[in-house]
């Protein structure tokens, strides 16, 4: 029974769903054609794996689920955030229109992540100094998902941008226990903008533990969006739900 519940879960999306491959052509296609006409209304089904909080990689940052093992808590601490799109991290913001939206969340589903070492020139009282780190080229398509607290929202009834888990055990049944989980979004495209798919890009500079493990990063990320509604949310391991989050939002949009 367990193994055809895990079938079930893991099977390619149905036809006309789309998943995380079929979203991005299709916003690459509309993208390039001006017109995201045919996306709008579209279904989707979006699989993601929790990545390690240790790994020092931009893609692993702008991943939305994400594990670390809390050694004073004895517990895998689990983690599912969006991210939220200003004029601070989208040029495109502007054009785009999304000043006159509710703040749009994040979900990035497909990052693609190229990085090199370069070297920084900080400066000093003396001069200068030139510091070792990394340059980042990357290439990212996501969800631009409206939410305001206490206001409109669309996301599923409960869900939050930001949910924490905690699960007591060892650093060895925590490592096992992620490489087994996924988290599933399901839901709908939605047409809030005049311009369907969105694009611009981020420009900046980012030195933070937790990111860089302390090396500054110089980053060029191109980002496109949709908006989107989730409708439902689920978190999976050895195909069995641990958490779900299934009523739709109550001010959907």
């Known amino acids: 029974m367990l193994g055809v519940l895990l079938f079930s879960l ?17 916003m690459e296609t509309a993208a390039q054609t001006r017109d995201a006409s045919s996306l709008t209304g579209r279904k ?13 990689k931009y893609k692993a940052f702008k991943q939305s689920a994400r594990w670390s093992y809390d050694r004073d808590k004895r517990a895998m601490v689990t983690t599912i955030g969006l ?31 190229r990085s090199a070492p370069t ?29 305001k607290d206490g206001g409109p929202s ?32 399901e839901g709908e495209i939605t047409d809030l903008t005049k311009t369907g798919v969105f694009c611009g890009a981020y420009h900046g500079q980012v030195s933070s533990h937790e990111i860089t493990g302390d090396t500054p990063m110089m980053i060029q990320d191109k980002q496109c969006f949709i ?23 109550k001010l959907g949009l």
């Open 119 to 147: 070297k920084f020139r900080t400066e000093t009282r003396d001069g200068y100094n030139l510091d070792v780190g990394s340059s980042t080229r990357a290439a990212s398509f996501g969800l631009a998902i409206p939410f």
């Open 227 to 249: 908006t989107a509604r989730i409708d439902r949310v689920e978190v999976i391991r050895d195909g069995q739900v641990l958490a779900d989050w299934r009523k739709p939002p």
């Open 44 to 56: 989707f089904r979006i699989v993601r794996p929790f990545a390690d909080q240790k790994v020092v």
């Open 154 to 185: 669309a996301l599923p009834e409960g869900f939050s941008p930001l949910v924490i888990g905690q699960t007591r055990g060892t650093s060895a049944q925590a490592s096992r226990w992620a490489a087994a989980m996924i988290v599933v979004y």
């Open 83 to 113: 991210g939220q799109i200003t004029d601070q991290n989208f040029d495109g913001y502007k054009a785009a229109g999304l000043e006159a939206l509710p703040p749009l969340q994040s979900l990035y589903f497909d990052v693609d992540a």
């Open 10 to 26: 893991l099977a390619p999306a149905e036809s006309g769903v789309l998943d995380a491959a079929g979203l991005r052509q299709a």
